[in-house]
């Protein structure tokens, strides 16, 4: 019975779920307070070890 119900009622707005959490992913990324962290992140994998290290980033302690 529970299955039945998921695949009727539930399985047609399985899209609109996602396409709801994307946008949300992207009002998140695109939001003006977010920006310097974001741009921090974009920056890591062009980041030396030795950088890292320098900086203090608790995983390398």
């Known amino acids: 019975m529970p299955s039945a119900f998921i695949d009727e009622v539930l399985r047609p707005f399985w899209g609109l779920w996602l396409m709801g959490i994307f946008l ?30 320098q900086e203090g980033a608790p995983w390398h302690r």
């Open 24 to 53: 949300a992913i992207i009002v998140a990324v695109y939001w003006p307070g977010n920006r310097g962290r974001m741009e921090e992140h974009g920056s890591i994998p062009l980041r030396d070890d030795d950088d890292e290290r």
